[in-house]
């Protein structure tokens, strides 16, 4: 089952307040021109509406993307956005979308951090003037801004995970934060952890620049996936992006001009590459496999615990889904550890397991359920 989500930055830039696709300097609300709402709302289903009659049907359509930064360098377009003006262009937009008999669902609102999207910011020293719990504000049935009866909003509160990954401690407990943020708000609300790329230092990874095709990052995403997916329990996991070709941890397949042997020049400046390239797949790309290959739409998270001596203090995380239509079961298994981690699944017979480790990309191997293997730094997906 394929799913298109379609997004913006910013209006277009006739519509913006300064006639550019990005906000000016010490003006913090959306950039549109006043009275321009309905202007940009029927903008945008002009747009879903001339993919319809492509035969392409987007089945999401996010308005905002994160509407906590102020958006006021010309290097990328964007807008900030006030949780009041996010609910007004919502209002509008949902009746311009319905009105056209399209069902494209909106999905809200791209919060810069996690936190942004579920807490009041300023209890942890952080301000955001009308801009964070998102949820609350969106979804609790309290609120003077509810918009969970509106018939073409999604469920769900999206964030990115940026700026909570570290420490691993840290990491742990904001998810933990969150999700019990989110059940207070509306325990029927959905998660969405809508975009993540490396971007801070730490001491596991040096930088978001400078592209890596191997384990190490691999494996650090992995965790905050795994992560994502239990404790805050994440519905969707969406990766920025795709195809790249620049020397930035933000791609799952790279391209250069092959001048390096192994490597080459990157980036917009090098003419060739806008017609040919070497493509480099990263270790990243097959570990994103080891769980969108397997974990497919409609399947739910079971309990899945591991023995004190397989634990995440050492090394090994694990988390399980099963179809329920029968489908069977699908257990993901990281291994962060150096070692070789053997695992007894409680159970006899042989089961189908794919392994990306630093030698193979999802390889293919049937191993015993009482004697599963999981080799060093490696992700392993059992389907069961």
């Given at each position: 089952m394929e799913k298109l989500l379609a997004f913006t930055n910013s209006p277009p830039v006739h519509y913006t307040a300064n006639e550019k696709g990005f906000?000016?300097?010490?003006?913090?609300?959306?950039?549109?021109?006043?009275?321009?709402?309905?202007?940009?709302?029927?903008?945008?289903?002009?747009?879903?509406?001339?993919?319809?009659?492509?035969g392409i049907v987007f089945d999401y359509l996010s308005p905002i993307n994160e509407p906590q930064w102020s958006w006021d360098g010309h290097s990328q377009e964007g807008t900030p956005a006030l949780n009041k003006e996010i609910y007004s262009l919502t209002k509008f937009l949902s009746y311009e979308l319905s009105s056209r008999g399209l069902t494209t669902q909106i999905v809200i609102a791209e919060a810069g951090t996690i936190g942004h999207a579920v807490l009041d910011m300023s209890t942890l020293g952080q301000p955001a003037e009308g801009r964070d719990n998102q949820a609350r504000f969106f979804f609790n049935e309290n609120s003077p801004f509810y918009i969970g009866d509106l018939s073409n909003v999604e469920h769900t509160i999206s964030?990115?995970?940026?700026?909570?990954?570290?420490?691993?401690?840290?990491?742990?407990?904001?998810?933990?934060?969150?999700?019990?943020?989110?059940?207070?708000?509306?325990?029927?609300?959905?998660?969405?952890?809508?975009?993540?790329?490396?971007?801070?230092?730490?001491?596991?990874?040096?930088?978001?620049?400078?592209?890596?095709?191997?384990?190490?990052?691999?494996?650090?995403?992995?965790?905050?996936?795994?992560?994502?997916?239990?404790?805050?329990?994440?519905?969707?996991?969406?990766?920025?992006?795709?195809?790249?070709?620049?020397?930035?941890?933000?791609?799952?397949?790279?391209?250069?001009?092959?001048?390096?042997?192994?490597?080459?020049?990157?980036?917009?400046?090098?003419?060739?590459?806008?017609?040919?390239?070497?493509?480099?797949?990263?270790?990243?790309?097959?570990?994103?496999?080891?769980?969108?290959?397997?974990i497919r739409p409609g399947m739910v998270r079971i309990d899945c615990r591991l023995s004190e001596k397989q634990s995440p203090e050492n090394g090994v995380l694990v988390s399980a889904y099963k179809d329920p239509d029968g489908g069977g079961q699908v257990f993901v298994f990281v291994n962060l550890s150096e070692e070789q981690v053997l695992v007894n699944m409680g159970e006899k017979g042989k089961a189908s397991t794919f392994i990306t480790d630093e030698y193979r990309d999802m390889r293919f191997l049937v191993q015993p359920l009482n004697r599963l293997s999981l080799p060093p730094r490696s992700v392993v997906t059992l389907l069961n």
């Open positions: 906000a000016t300097k010490g003006v913090f609300q959306l950039n549109l021109k006043p009275g321009f709402l309905k202007n940009y709302a029927g903008y945008m289903a002009d747009v879903m509406e001339h993919f319809k009659g492509e964030a990115h995970s940026y700026h909570s990954v570290w420490p691993v401690e840290e990491q742990v407990q904001n998810r933990l934060l969150v999700n019990g943020a989110i059940k207070a708000a509306n325990p029927d609300l959905g998660y969405w952890m809508s975009e993540y790329c490396i971007l801070q230092e730490n001491e596991e990874i040096i930088r978001g620049g400078g592209r890596d095709l191997g384990m190490n990052t691999a494996l650090y995403v992995a965790r905050i996936i795994h992560h994502d997916l239990v404790l805050t329990n994440a519905k969707s996991w969406q990766w920025w992006t795709a195809i790249t070709q620049v020397d930035y941890k933000d791609g799952l397949v790279y391209l250069d001009d092959g001048s390096k042997g192994e490597s080459g020049r990157m980036g917009g400046s090098v003419e060739s590459l806008q017609y040919n390239g070497e493509v480099r797949e990263s270790k990243l790309l097959w570990v994103l496999g080891n769980y969108s290959r397997f």
